[in-house]
């Protein structure tokens, strides 16, 4: 049966009934994936291209998605939900994938296509909803999971939950240490990438924590409240090799939620409401090889975001079902940059920051023709966004001085029509959408400022938002029970897409890349995927995406956009044997990737596969289960992939672990 999903139409259908591309990963199949956390399962879908270039065994945790073109060197043109409420704090816009305990989740939608009229901001390329289970209704039940591997990783998982009257609850957390992979490589076809003296030749250490608590009561059989906290801590060493303190990138974040349910018979009601607070930190590398690396300055950063949705779901006669909602959220980001005294700037101390609220109501009507043979759903959502920021220099140097660059409002109205038509009863399904999406650019983008390397990266305050649209249409056929295929071709038309900009032209002692609007690009696709239960026990699966993703004018006319594949493919099989075994084996083809706007051939990446192996047998006992596995994953097809021109990716990881429960 087609898994339920939500995030399309913020209702409940079965997957076949939507006008959307929607993509599902059910929670039977997350655990025959062989996956660190979500982006290892994203890799593999339609449409969905992950650059991991600083993966879990990377430099970062900056790992970038993209949908269908929309994503480039911000993560931010697609947005990221955890239960339906946005998980991106407006400070960067980037959603730390390492948060999320992958035992702790239900399912993960991935709605391909623009999404601003249900959404709002930064659901440009689409949505990912990664929705977490819902404990028993009744008893208990509880998952431990270990297992050990390649850079010495030790990775460990708990999820436990249950009920006990109209009580229930669960519990989940994981940790994770590794010695780390090196994302410099010691030798490489492009010299300017080669590891410099200084860099530490071994791996780049790991630690990631999570834990999370929900308890829900319910009630009656019509209203529920569900309160839930999370944390999460991440922490990287070790790139360099001349300070055992420095830190390559460190992470802790604390949240909050509330939901209430109540159906009133004529009205579905929910109230949901969140709340985040965060902590990052990095080391600024300054100097030189032969002078010797030191940290320049560091860099703590501290955001907090409030997020509240209020949605509203009624029929209106026996073939329209309109939800209507309001949304607020209040993002706030500060950050600090803390000269040594051993930088040329020693002492100095500047700080810079802002604030960015949105207001927004939305609308959406399902309307159902023909018993149910033709389904039309037009939405439309406003909202309104403001933006302040702040830049503070305190320096023994110069006179101190601050500039305050006032608040900047922004009102967007984002529309969206879709079209479905089912003749045959699911035979032969037509869909077609018209949608209009934006991204407001996020505090970092307009007033954020890191080094790395000889390159100073810099915001702009006075940055105009993102604008999309997008036409596209396909079809699912089904011609037997087992076998399903689809196929989906689009256009996208952005103006003022937000890129960073390299001036070839040293200031002091860096490099200036800066964030600019580059007037517009044009992205324009086919999309197809297919499945097939070839026996009761064999299911084959295959997808790929073609893209051309150009910039239609100003200075880089004609070229690709960077940090986008022209091409994508997957293919694989599931064997699950309950008697035998269960295999995976699946293998995702990347095409040519630019990373830079002027497409030189030396800045050229990409062009290589990525396999993933993951084998278990399950042995059932009374009240208990026990699952021994062993996965391989990320084996290439060539020694050395990178992203970019200073980072590559692990190959060849192998991991045995063991899995029980009850």
Do not use: C
């Not at 990052?280 to 010797?292: K, L, N, R, V």
């Not at 026990?537 to 295959?542: C, E, M, V």
């Not at 042995?619 to 289960?625: A, H, L, P, S």
């Not at 596995?629 to 063991?658: C, D, H, Q, W």
């Amino acid at each position: 049966m087609n898994p339920v999903v939500v995030t399309a139409t913020r209702t409940k259908h079965s997957l076949g009934d939507v006008s959307a591309a929607v993509s599902v990963v059910t929670r039977k199949e997350l655990d025959q994936i062989p996956a660190q956390n979500v982006l290892d399962v994203l890799r593999t879908m339609s449409g969905v291209t992950v650059d991991s270039d600083r993966s879990s065994f990377g430099s970062s945790t900056y790992n970038k998605v993209i949908i269908r073109g929309m994503g480039g060197n911000t993560q931010g043109r697609v947005l990221v939900l955890v239960d339906g409420m946005p998980a991106m704090p407006a400070g960067t816009n980037i959603f730390e994938w390492n948060s999320i305990n992958l035992d702790a989740v239900e399912r993960i939608e991935v709605v391909r296509g623009p999404s601003s009229a249900l959404y709002g901001s930064s659901a440009m390329g689409g949505v990912i909803n990664i929705i977490t289970r819902t404990p028993p209704k009744d008893g208990f039940t509880a998952t431990l999971d270990t297992k050990y591997g390649s850079y010495n990783t030790w990775d460990s998982s708990l999820y436990h939950a249950g009920a006990v009257g109209k009580f229930n609850y669960s519990l989940s957390g994981s940790y994770l240490t590794s010695y780390g992979f090196n994302g410099i490589p010691e030798h490489s076809s492009k010299p300017g990438s080669n590891q410099k003296p200084g860099y530490n030749d071994d791996g780049t250490g790991v630690r990631n924590v999570t834990g999370a608590a929900r308890v829900g009561y319910r009630f009656d059989d019509t209203a529920d409240i569900t309160l839930s906290a999370d944390l999460a801590s991440n922490l990287r060493t070790g790139q360099y090799n001349f300070d055992d303190d420095y830190r390559l990138y460190e992470y802790h974040k604390t949240g909050f939620g509330l939901r209430l349910h109540k159906d009133f018979g004529v009205v579905d009601s929910s109230l949901a409401f969140r709340a985040d607070f965060l902590h990052t930190d990095y080391d600024s590398i300054g100097g030189t090889a032969s002078s010797g690396y030191r940290v320049d300055y560091v860099s703590p950063t501290r955001q907090e975001q409030y997020t509240l949705d209020q949605q509203n779901t009624f029929a209106l006669g026996e073939h329209q079902l309109v939800t209507v909602g309001v949304a607020a959220s209040y993002g706030r980001s500060d950050q600090s940059l803390d000269y040594s005294p051993l930088s040329t700037y020693k002492d100095r101390v500047r700080e810079k920051g802002g604030s960015q609220y949105t207001l927004a109501g939305y609308i959406q009507d399902e309307i159902s023709l023909f018993n149910n043979s033709v389904q039309i759903i037009p939405g439309l959502r406003y909202d309104v966004i403001g933006t302040d920021g702040y830049d503070e220099d305190s320096t023994n140097k110069t006179r101190d001085w601050r500039k305050n660059y006032g608040m900047e409002v922004d009102s967007r109205l984002t529309p969206k029509l879709g079209l479905r038509v089912n003749p045959w009863d699911g035979l032969l399904v037509f869909r077609a959408n018209y949608g209009e999406a934006f991204r407001s650019a996020s505090l970092d983008e307009r007033f954020g400022e890191y080094a790395y390397g000889s390159t100073l990266y810099k915001g702009s305050p006075d940055l105009k938002p993102e604008l999309s649209r997008t036409l596209d249409a396909g079809f699912d056929f089904s011609p037997l029970k087992e076998l399903t295929f689809g196929v989906t071709g689009y256009i996208t038309w952005a103006e003022d897409y937000i890129a960073s900009i390299k001036d070839d032209t040293k200031t002091g002692d860096y490099f200036i890349s800066q964030k600019q609007n580059i007037d517009s690009v044009q992205i324009t696709g086919l999309e197809g995927e297919a499945s097939w239960k070839a026996t009761e026990y064999l299911t084959l699966f295959a997808n790929g995406t073609i893209l051309n993703p150009q910039i239609t004018s100003g200075q880089y006319k004609g070229n690709q956009i960077p940090f986008t594949p022209t091409s994508k493919a997957t293919l694989g099989f599931t064997f699950a044997h309950p008697d035998w075994f269960t295999l995976r084996v699946g293998a995702t083809w990347t095409g040519p990737i630019w990373t830079d706007q002027a497409n030189q051939e030396a800045n050229q990446e990409g062009n290589f596969w990525l396999g993933e192996v993951r084998i278990s047998k399950r042995f059932d006992f009374r009240d208990w289960w026990v699952e021994p596995y062993a996965e391989l994953l990320a084996a290439a097809s060539k020694e050395e992939v990178r992203y970019t021109n200073t980072s590559r990716i692990p190959t060849n990881m192998a991991f045995v672990g063991i899995k029980a429960g009850f």
